[in-house]
């Protein structure tokens, strides 16, 4: 059974979310622009788009310090589990 928590801002808690997605959506609820996000990183601007959009794969380190800094799992930013840690189960 799939749960949907339908009063949070959406971040990983339904089967067609993407990582890039999940990232815009947590980047968003905190009230950062992609620049911003990119200086706390310390990587380009349009690198957190190509995430976003995902035009490109976000490496596992990065995955690491955006799970720490959003304060959800890895596996919240990979749309395996949602942010409350219930699992996901893919279509």
Same mark, same amino acid.
């Given at each position: 059974?799939?749960? #949907?928590?339908? *009063?949070?801002?959406?971040?990983? *808690?339904?089967?067609?979310?993407?990582?890039?997605?999940?990232?815009? *959506?947590?980047?968003?609820?905190?009230?950062?622009?992609?620049?911003?996000?990119?200086?706390?990183?310390?990587?380009?601007?349009?690198?957190?788009?190509?995430?976003?959009?995902?035009?490109?794969?976000?490496? *596992?380190?990065?995955?690491?310090?955006?799970?720490? #800094? #959003?304060?959800?799992?890895?596996?919240?930013?990979?749309?395996?589990?949602?942010? #409350?840690?219930?699992?996901?189960?893919?279509?």
């Amino acid at each position: 059974m799939q749960v #949907f928590h339908t *009063n949070l801002p959406p971040k990983c *808690n339904n089967s067609y979310m993407t990582t890039g997605r999940v990232i815009a *959506n947590l980047r968003k609820e905190k009230g950062l622009s992609q620049v911003e996000l990119a200086k706390i990183l310390g990587i380009g601007k349009s690198t957190i788009a190509h995430y976003e959009v995902d035009k490109r794969q976000v490496p *596992n380190i990065l995955l690491v310090k955006l799970a720490d #800094f #959003f304060d959800v799992t890895t596996d919240c930013l990979l749309c395996r589990e949602d942010e #409350f840690g219930i699992k996901i189960k893919k279509p």
